[in-house]
């Protein structure tokens, strides 16, 4: 058993937070696939990306997904030097390949991973970490054998109450935060795009989450306002 006293929460949490996921892609091959994951600066200073990781496991007790990774290997996408976010921009990384339609144009930084579809639609967890693999925030879709690790509630990170719910969205459908930026770390925040569901699990910061995205087969609102 990995000991959760080894955990560290990153003096960013709640800064920088994951502020959007799109797991239910439009297609199948990494020209195809459209999955993203989405950070949001949500403090009032300039934040520095450079070496901060991103994946959907667990890297301190090594429990992650292995090939079927967001970066298709055991080892979790880092940030390049010089990434940095201002108050309020947002950097997106796409999953597939860099290809018109998988473009965030309101996004101050984007990357693209070139891999087939990797997050796991029934359900899957997402870990962002700073460069000394202290842990900036986590949102978890799904319930049971999908999520690779949960996360001791002493952490104060994640409320997962209504996250198995989360893994109901639609094909092109993503998931979003709301408000927007506003991480109150709980599951009942978050929503199928546009679904209105934050609303009724009692999001006491609800917002209506709208559909920005150019791309008809798509319901996100990608490097942009989730509001």
């Keep these: 058993n990995f000991g959760f006293d080894l955990y560290e ?29 989405e950070i949001y600066n949500a403090s ?37 030097n010089g990434t940095t976010l201002n108050p309020g921009e947002y950097a997106v990384i796409w999953i597939g390949d860099n290809i018109p339609n998988h473009q965030a144009s309101g996004a101050k930084f984007q990357d693209w991973l ?16 700073d460069g000394d693999n202290k842990i900036i925030d986590y949102v978890a879709y799904g319930s049971g054998t999908a999520i690779n690790q949960t996360l001791p509630s002493s952490l104060n990170l994640w409320d997962s109450t209504h996250q198995a719910a989360l893994a109901g969205a639609n094909k092109g459908q993503s998931i979003s ?9 709980t599951s009942a925040c978050w929503e199928p795009t546009t679904s209105g569901q934050a609303q009724t699990q009692g999001c006491t910061n609800y917002l209506p989450t709208i559909d920005s995205d150019t791309t008809e087969s798509r319901v996100t609102s990608a490097g942009g306002n989730n509001n």
């Design 177 to 185: 935060l709301t408000k927007n930026g506003l991480d109150g770390n």
């Design 9 to 37: 929460v990153s003096p960013s949490a709640g800064q920088v937070i994951i502020n959007e996921v799109f797991y239910s892609q439009t297609g199948n091959s990494a020209a195809a696939n459209d999955e993203f994951i």
């Design 44 to 80: 009032t200073s300039e934040v520095d990306l450079t070496g901060w990781k991103l994946m959907d496991g667990n890297i301190i007790a090594n429990n992650t997904d292995n090939t079927g990774s967001i970066t298709g290997s055991s080892n979790p996408y880092e940030f390049p």
């Design 114 to 129: 070139d891999n087939a579809p990797t997050l796991n639609n029934t359900g899957d967890d997402i870990w962002l970490y």
